[in-house]
């Protein structure tokens, strides 16, 4: 550890920038290059620019660009994959109307965005990097302007993390809101940005003020002018955890920084770019018409000198100028693109392009299966990635602000959603009407009371069409228990083998007695399951078909009335007296 934080905030830069890490015998990585050649690869510019010694333009053909646009759709996961539940199975009407007030606060904040970035940040430099300020939402970190312990297992477990930022003097000054210190000392009229440093990371304890040893702190610090050991440092305060976390495309052992598409692709892309600019040259000279003659008295210019017919004394012979070996790079440059997608798992089919007329439908069916297979277990890591974020660092976050509410509007996507959401409300509601009745009158609603409310309750929902207007009281999740999941498994479907499944299913389901014996209809549910089919579903249309089979008989005890005018709205129960007694 070095005598102060500019000391060691210069170290750990210079650390970062030229030395390497050994991840085995043979193979040192610079991590700091390899994040500057991805960046050059993915907007197609060479390394040591883009003319050659001659000063001649070098074409650089993209093999990594649209396979890293690939990746980034298949890893990708929405807004609607997540799904909240609670821990306590009887207070689920919570959890559906967290879920709801959570998808709408991620519409609303652009949540769904930063998911598009991050994934995207990982496909193509192999880590996805969130940070957390004490806002609810994260925002993605600008990986080229991130230092960091290269050979850590993740950022949470390295010894530093260090961010460069560039700030305006306005956007300096605002800081002080902040708390930050000794900023009138860097606001210069000259200086259009101030580079400030922001280190997490392990110090001494007395470089904070907290007596002996070693802690976690957070610096933000900015050097003087041609110095790297000297500066002002602006804030500091110790920290339990850092802000950072980084979700890796492809894991390695020994190194911090995941496997993207493009570090994948880098000597196929070096490869490709050779021999389409040794190409381009041959093509060069084959356009040219040259000739040679042993006749000193022959010269000049057969464009300019001579005319259709001219008689020429000597012997003229052309040059062979011509490309011979064209049919060798169009092998080599198809063998490169089928490598490319190997790795990758990028074919054709997958891209969504049309598979050559060649292939067989049984190859490109493989592929498919193939690539889907590859990205659903990277999707299934993000997903458990995505799940601790929202878990741990946003919704308890969420939470605070859903309880100083009292009402909430949901509307639905469509009307299979809303049945299952109107069940969840008519249940509580239900709950609720039975426990009063029954502490009021010593009575329990007998079951056909409890059917008519059911229905009752069921006819006034269903006017609202798609929206419902939830009332509840302020502090209503206060005691709610979330748990969250990400749910990626349906994701890759193809409608057409959804489709042919449903068709399928419904073959097995047309005989009503299938579903009422207990053996056919486990195995049935265990079919559903497999098919991707929602039991849920098939649960809430026995459900209704046994409301509508049911006839009321004459002289039934009437329910509590409803409000007409409460369209949408989860109606209150009233409490009124019951026929049936407490069992005891």
């Not at 995207?120 to 600008?142: C, M, N, R, W």
């Not at 003097?169 to 210190?181: R, S």
């Not at 804030?235 to 850092?242: A, N, T």
């Not at 259709?308 to 198809?334: K, M, Y």
């Amino acid at each position: 550890m070095k005598s102060n934080i500019f000391e060691q905030i210069t170290s750990e830069i210079d650390k970062f920038e030229n030395e390497t890490i050994h991840i085995a015998d043979g193979y040192d990585l610079n991590t700091s290059n390899l994040i500057n050649k991805i960046t050059l690869y993915i907007n197609s510019r060479f390394e040591n620019g883009q003319k050659d010694s001659r000063g001649r333009r070098k074409f650089f053909y993209n093999i990594v660009l649209f396979r890293r646009d690939t990746t980034k759709r298949l890893i990708d996961i929405d807004i609607k994959h997540f799904r909240v539940f609670g821990t306590n199975t009887i207070k689920q009407i919570k959890a559906f109307l967290c879920e709801s007030r959570f998808k709408k606060w991620a519409r609303d904040s652009g949540f769904g965005s930063i998911l598009n970035e991050l994934a995207e940040q990982a496909a193509t430099y192999g880590s996805g990097i969130l940070k957390f300020t004490g806002d609810v939402i994260p925002s993605v970190v600008d990986i080229r302007n991130l230092y960091f312990d290269a050979s850590a297992e993740n950022l949470q477990k390295a010894q530093f993390i260090i961010e460069k930022h560039l700030l305006t003097p306005d956007q300096l000054l605002e800081k002080k809101n902040d708390g930050w210190k000794n900023i009138d000392e860097l606001i210069d009229e000259k200086d259009d940005f101030i580079k400030i440093y922001e280190r997490q990371g392990i110090v001494p304890a007395q470089w904070i003020g907290k007596g002996s040893g070693y802690k976690k702190a957070i610096f933000f610090v900015a050097f003087k002018k041609n110095s790297d050991k000297e500066g002002v440092v602006l804030f500091s305060q110790p920290i339990e955890e850092y802000q950072y976390f980084d979700f890796p495309l492809r894991k390695q052992k020994g190194r911090l920084l995941g496997i993207g598409d493009i570090e994948l692709l880098l000597d196929l892309q070096i490869r490709k770019n050779s021999i389409v600019n040794q190409k381009a040259s041959a093509m060069e000279i084959s356009s040219k018409h040259l000739f040679q003659t042993t006749d000193p008295n022959i010269g000049g210019n057969f464009l300019t000198d001579y005319v259709d017919g001219a008689i020429i004394q000597g012997q003229i012979t052309p040059v062979a100028t011509e490309n011979r070996d064209l049919n060798s790079w169009v092998s080599e440059e198809n063998a490169i693109d089928t490598l490319a997608d190997r790795l990758a798992f990028t074919y054709d089919v997958v891209r969504g392009e049309s598979v050559p007329a060649t292939t067989p439908a049984t190859n490109a069916l493989i592929q498919e299966r193939q690539s889907l297979s590859n990205f659903a277990l990277i999707r299934q890591n993000f997903g458990l990635f995505l799940e601790k974020i929202v878990k741990n660092y946003i919704l308890p976050k969420l939470l605070k602000e859903f309880n100083g509410e009292e009402m909430t509007r949901i509307i639905a996507d469509n009307f299979d959603d809303l049945e299952k959401a109107d069940n969840l409300f008519i249940e509580e509601i239900l709950n609720d009407f039975i426990c009063k009745k029954t502490i009021q009158t010593g009575f329990v609603p007998s079951e056909k009371e409890r059917q008519q409310l059911k229905e009752k309750l069921n006819s006034e929902l269903k006017k609202g069409g798609l929206v419902r207007i939830i009332k509840y009281g302020k502090g209503y999740f206060k005691d709610f228990d979330q748990d969250i999941i990400v749910n990626v498994s349906n994701e890759s479907i193809d409608p057409m083998t959804e489709l042919i499944n449903l068709q399928s299913f419904l073959s097995q389901i047309s005989n009503p007695a299938v579903l009422q014996d207990p053996l056919l209809k486990r195995f049935i549910y265990k079919m559903a399951e497999r098919m991707g089919i929602s039991i849920t579903d098939i649960q809430l249309i026995e459900e209704g078909q046994k409301m509508k089979e049911q006839v009321m008989p004459e002289g039934a005890t009437s329910i509590p009335n409803i409000p007409k005018n409460m369209k949408g709205v989860v109606p209150s129960t009233a409490v009124t007296p019951t026929e049936t007694p407490i069992s005891k």
